[in-house]
Structure formats: C-alpha cells, structure tokens
C-alpha cells in the first residue's frame, strides 16, 4: 500500500497523462507532459481493419514540434491513406497475403508504405502552393490575411512531427515497420535566437524473451540524425560549398534543427520567403525571430521526409511474452538522464534495451542502477497497463523525491542561468504483447 506522499505523487502524475488499454488485442498506450495534457505535441494512433478477411493492427506514434498541428493532422489521414492503398495492394495479388505468397509481395507493401508516407508529405506542399504560389510577392498585409484565413493549413505545413509507424497483420503475422525521423539529444535553450527543435526520436523495438530467460530489445528501424555520416554527408553533398558550414557544434543545419526527417516542416524545404513572409505571421511561430534564419535558406530543402521501411516476419517470435513497443524522444531523454535527474551526465544506455527489460516481470538490478531509483514491474497498479508501467518507472519508479520533480512546476520553469535545465519532454509509448487471437 502506497502512503499518502507517494500516493499524491503519483496521482499528480496521472492527471498529466493519457492512458487506454484495448483488453482484446492487448495494446497499452501512454502519452504524458508534466505541464499539462494540453500542452502535449505527441499524438498516437491505434486501429485494427479488416481487409478481406484478414486482421491487420495501425499502432503510431507522432512527436510534433512547433506546436501539435502537424502531428495531429498526420495521425488522423495518415492511418486513412495508408488504410486505402493497403488495400487496394492486398486486392492486387489476389485478395489475401499468407505464407505462400508472402516472399514474393512483402516488397510490394513495403514500397507502399513508403509512396505513401513521402505523398502524404507532399500534399501539404502541394496544399502551401495553391494558397500561395509567389510568397515573394507578398506584401505584410497580404501576407497576415492568407496567414489568418488559412491558418490550420498553414500551421500543419509550418510545422512538423516525425513518426514510427508498425502494420501488422494479426493472421499471418507478418510486421511492417516504418520510420520518419531522427535520434538527437539537444539542450533546452529557452532564450535561443534560433526556434528550438532539437531531438525528435522516434523508435520502434521487439522485446523477446531470450534463452537465458532476459528479455532482449531488438530496433526495427533505422535512425536518422546529422551525426549519421551518411545524413550528414547527403546534406552537404546537396549544397554547394559556398554555404557552407552548414551545421553547428551540435548538428543543427543551419543552427537550427537536429532532426533530419521529418513530415511537414516545410521552413526548410521551400523557398526562404514562406518562412520570411508568411510563416512568420502564424500563431505557432510567435516569439521567434524568423529573419535570421530566413537569410540562411539558400538552397532547400534541408531536411526530407524520407521513410525508412523494414519487412519482419514474426513467426519465430509469436508468443504472449514477446512485445512490440513504439515510443517518442520523451524516453529517450529519460534514459540519458543529461537534462533530467543526471546533470552533465550521460547515462550511455540503449533506450531500446531499458524498455524492454522494464517490460520484465524481475526487472535486472543493472536497469535501476542506470536510471539511478528502485522500479516497480506492476507501477501503474489497478490501471493495469504496461505503457503506464514503463513510463512510471523511467520517472522515478519506487523513488518519491523523483515523482515529486518531475511535475514540479517551478522546476521545469526555472530558467535561471545558474541552474542547470530539468527538462521533461513530451512522452507517448505504445506497448503491444503478440499472441494468437480468438
């Protein structure tokens, strides 16, 4: 039985976070910001179609940044694309897809999902055009009047989010994933002049129970970030030399933004005068100063939408013990700990392997010693749901001193120059265990 000061802790907790558990299919989900369920940019989707017969599981997750419009539109269409042409392939090689044609058509879903995500990027272009196809032309006050008529659009395509995506079929369990964006660890620079969006991770993991009987975390997808070799030199390589440096200390390009790929975000895919001209004027974009960047948009785009996409077949692995979990840039900061409970300290840890030993039901000494506070496998109790448990553990676990900061308002608020950030990130996880359906 909790007593009164970790009980209170725990609720202040809870009020912050959103959490459902779907009983028939076993999906656990989570999305948590201390400052308030309002002020939260992730978003998350979770359906389950039929397609001729056949099963098929939408888990998502989305990390917005400049606001939630890009990761709220994204996670209401996206599904509905992505839903259409997946059918319209199923229907293509004869209506099912099993074992016996699997080998032959993987790659052809796999191909979808890829169109798809990169067509879905460039509907919000093609959107940006039609309302304004010369914004250098644009005088203030035209400017301020498209920007106030066509807000939510333009906010969207200002915007951005980066996104991990499974599709799973639940007969045959085969298992595409699919992954837009980059793994960066960034400082919370409040009074920076540049707009801040630093890391946006977004990882999709396989947690198996191995033959020792520890579970192991397997990536599903690729990672981009600039410290990538092959991101940075494809961007450097896209632009001339006159341009450059093109990145800082820190790999943002044009000391900007760390994050590689991304939908949406289009500052830095169109010409300089959207973000000098019109962009300005939106909401989202109040308070920052857009001039100096503008000046350094001479060649986009900078970033792209470019998904990585990966084919699993989960037969070998289809057991009630193995879980697949999704989850946004909120853990991986947790898991460093360098702007959290760990100052200038980078804990070195894999996120991928922490979550999936903290879905054990002995968790491994070796995990509390990185996180630096005693877990609790069944944290969220009654609620009964494994995305709350992981995420209660990384906050704190069975240590009431950390569940107590991390919804300390004045802490997450001290912007002093004399105290080092603590900084709590928008967090959504999604957990969902494999077993063979009714």
């Not at 912050?16 to 779907?22: E, L, Q």
């Not at 009983?23 to 999305?31: D, E, I, P």
């Not at 200038?344 to 995990?367: F, K, N, T, Y």
Request: net charge negative; with cysteine.
């Amino acid at each position: 039985m909790l007593d009164p000061r970790d009980k209170a802790a725990r609720d202040r907790i809870c009020r912050n976070y959103v959490g459902s558990f779907s009983r028939a299919y076993n999906v656990h989900t989570v999305s948590f910001q201390p400052r308030g369920r309002h002020k939260n940019e992730d978003r998350k989707a979770t359906d389950l179609w039929e397609i001729n017969g056949q099963r098929w599981l939408f888990l998502a997750v989305f990390d917005g940044h400049l606001g939630s419009a890009a990761a709220d539109y994204a996670s209401k269409e996206l599904p509905i694309a992505i839903r259409q042409k997946l059918t319209a392939c199923i229907d293509s090689i004869g209506g099912r897809l099993n074992c016996d044609n699997v080998a032959g058509e993987q790659s052809r879903i796999t191909g979808m999902l890829h169109h798809e995500i990169l067509q879905f990027d460039k509907q919000l272009w093609e959107a940006l055009y039609a309302i304004c196809p010369s914004p250098w032309d644009l005088t203030e006050d035209q400017a301020r009047a498209l920007a106030q008529k066509h807000c939510d659009v333009l906010e969207r395509i200002c915007a951005g989010t980066t996104m991990a995506l499974a599709l799973v079929n639940l007969d045959e369990h085969f298992m595409w994933a699919a992954g837009v964006g980059d793994s960066s660890v960034g400082k919370y620079l409040p009074e920076s002049w540049y707009i801040p969006c630093t890391a946006n991770d977004m990882t999709i993991g396989l947690s198996v129970v191995g033959n020792d009987g520890k579970r192991q975390g397997h990536r599903l997808c690729e990672m981009h970030t600039f410290k990538d070799p092959q991101e940075y030199g494809r961007v450097i390589a896209a632009h001339p030399a006159t341009e450059q440096p093109l990145f800082d200390w820190e790999y943002r390009v044009l000391g900007w933004m760390t994050i590689a790929r991304a939908i949406g975000n289009y500052s830095l895919k169109a010409h300089s005068a959207y973000l000098g001209k019109l962009f300005g004027h939106l909401p989202c974009m109040n308070g920052y100063r857009v001039a100096p960047l503008a000046q350094k948009i001479l060649t986009p785009p900078y970033i792209s939408a470019e998904p990585s996409v990966r084919f699993t077949d989960l037969h070998p692995v289809w057991r009630q013990d193995t879980k697949l979990f999704l989850f946004t840039d909120g853990v991986d900061n947790l898991v460093d700990g360098w702007l959290v409970f760990k100052p200038r300290e980078h804990s070195g840890a894999d996120p991928v392997d922490i979550v999936s030993e903290l879905m054990a039901d002995h968790i491994d000494s070796r995990v509390e010693a990185i996180l630096g506070h005693k877990v609790d496998p069944r944290w969220s109790g009654r609620e009964n749901n494994r995305a709350s448990d992981v995420l209660g553990n990384l906050l704190g676990g069975l240590d009431v001193k950390r569940l107590e900061m991390v919804t300390d308002l004045d802490l997450l608020n001290d912007e002093s120059e004399e105290n080092w950030p603590f900084h709590i990130d928008d967090t959504t996880i999604i957990v969902w265990s494999l077993t063979d359906q009714p």
